[in-house]
């Protein structure tokens, strides 16, 4: 049923672009008071609802992939008593919002161990018991993210810098699930993710670590710099990263793994070799 009328909307910022949901609150009562009110055309829904249904409905199709993989991946991997780690990364939080709802929902009784200050905290503000590896060495399962996943599903991850983190808790885990939308999906590595692959060296050592890797390998191992701040960006374990761009080539990435953590001062790489169980891509 179409109403030509218009209502007022809570504005969360200035900028527009086209019907995107995340500039709006939701539909309020005209006699509320509300920070600035704006006419706009009703967007084409069968009826008002609650903000997060409404923001589900108007989702953009990528968010809606992301969210539909961690679904998916939560209700097929996630079961009572068990202790998970969780990952970090934009379609974590989508994970971490369903395992919410399961337990509140289930009343069931999980423990997460996260890779990331960032996963802790989304963690800590859904109310989700907090575990670390010292208490539970051993983990059921891990949920993560990844930059880009090829055929041998085979990884690149750390472009949000917690490639280190993350490596120890998959590797304590019984199983590594991972979640993503389509577009992290390639044939080879490299493919679609131009970033590079992470290296976390000491910070003394980056200089020797950028000149070794390219000598042997090729390409540019770049200092990552920080944004919003001057100098390198710093990762939770306080080193730094070099992103290695490697050529075109058909490489053997256990081989080139291995090889990299010998250079002294090499903390870990975001090369995830053999560690995958499962990986759910969600599509548009």
């Not at 030509?4 to 009562?29: M, N, Y």
């Not at 080539?249 to 256990?254: P, R």
Request: hydrophobic letters at 40%; a positive charge; charged letters at 25%.
């Amino acid at each position: 049923m179409s109403i030509a009328c218009s209502c007022l909307w809570r504005v969360k910022k200035w900028k527009f672009s086209g019907r995107h949901a995340e500039i709006f609150r939701g539909c309020l009562i005209p006699t509320r008071d509300y920070l600035c009110p704006v006419k706009l055309p009703r967007p084409r829904l069968n009826s008002f609802g609650p903000t997060s249904q409404v923001h589900q409905r108007i989702m953009s199709p990528v968010e809606y992939a992301k969210k539909v993989a961690a679904v998916k991946a939560v209700d097929e991997h996630v079961k009572n008593n068990y202790v998970i780690g969780v990952g970090s990364g934009s379609t974590i939080v989508y994970a971490v919002e369903r395992l919410a709802q399961r337990v509140k929902d289930e009343n069931l009784c999980i423990v997460c161990v996260p890779t990331s200050y960032q996963a802790r905290q989304l963690i800590v503000d859904h109310k989700l018991q907090l575990g670390d590896l010292n208490i539970y060495p051993k983990l059921d399962c891990a949920i993560d993210g990844a930059d880009e996943v090829d055929d041998n599903m085979t990884l690149i991850k750390g472009g949000g810098g917690c490639l280190t983190q993350e490596k120890i808790v998959a590797s304590c885990a019984k199983q590594l699930i991972i979640i993503g939308d389509e577009s992290k999906e390639s044939h080879k590595l490299g493919e679609k993710y131009k970033k590079g692959i992470p290296v976390e060296v000491i910070p003394m050592a980056y200089c020797p670590v950028q000149l070794k890797i390219e000598a042997m390998y090729g390409g540019t191992a770049d200092l990552r710099m920080g944004k919003m701040k001057a100098g390198p960006l710093v990762t939770d374990n306080g080193n730094f990263i070099l992103d290695w761009k490697f050529p075109a080539s058909d490489f053997d990435w256990a081989s080139v793994n291995t090889a990299i953590k010998m250079i002294p001062g090499v903390v870990e790489t975001g090369l995830f070799v053999n560690m995958v169980t499962k990986v759910f891509y969600g599509t548009a």
